[in-house]
């Protein structure tokens, strides 16, 4: 729904809450100021109605900080970190495939995701070549051992998702889920942000 400034700068969108049969039953008006209509504090001062803790970037971060830790902890293979193991579940997945299709599928930024192969390949775990139609194009693969690595490791990340949902009732799981994967997808229609 597109976002309507009112002429107090505030925004009219409804909220709809209360569910009876799966359907929505009614809508909350908010008021979202705009961002350009409000004045800002003056050198020195903040504003009072700003708590970074419950900022949405804030509480994602501490998330995924907390999710890290439970895959370090819970992780038999010391040496794997939670994006490696990403990386290679992408590569699996698609092999052969570039370091673009990598980035794509993961959301990790090129700079990094070279890193990672770069490590994954000194373990041996994925193996780098040229793409035989395009000598500029790099493609990879899983190798046997990075396979056996990410059968091994399955069952570990499912554990880990079970805590990192910690005690979320199914309902919640489910909605944090959907919400996750809406909130990464806003964008990726105009080529994301």
Do not use: W
């Not at 971060?61 to 193991?85: E, G, K, M, N």
């Not at 693969?141 to 990340?157: K, M, N, R, S």
């Not at 997808?185 to 942000?193: A, H, L």
């Amino acid at each position: 729904m597109p976002i309507r400034f009112g002429e107090d700068g505030g925004d009219h969108r409804g909220i709809s809450s209360g569910y009876t049969r799966g359907t929505l039953t009614q809508r909350i008006p908010i008021d979202v100021p705009n961002p350009s209509a409000s004045s800002a504090p003056s050198a020195g001062q903040t504003a009072p109605d700003y708590d970074f803790t419950e900022q949405v970037g804030h509480l994602l971060r501490r998330a995924y900080q907390r999710h890290v830790a439970i895959f370090q902890q819970t992780i038999p293979d010391s040496q794997l970190t939670a994006a490696q193991f990403v990386v290679l579940c992408a590569v699996r997945d698609r092999q052969p495939c570039s370091l673009n299709e990598v980035v794509r599928a993961t959301a990790i930024d090129q700079a990094t995701v070279r890193g990672i192969i770069e490590r994954l390949k000194a373990r041996k775990l994925i193996a780098v070549s040229h793409d035989p139609n395009d000598r500029r194009k790099v493609v990879v693969t899983v190798t046997p051992g990075g396979l056996a690595l990410i059968d091994e490791t399955v069952p570990f990340a499912k554990q880990i998702s079970e805590q990192t949902f910690g005690g979320l009732n199914p309902a919640e799981r489910v909605a944090v889920t959907y919400l996750l994967r809406k909130m990464s997808e806003i964008d990726e229609g105009n080529g994301g942000v």
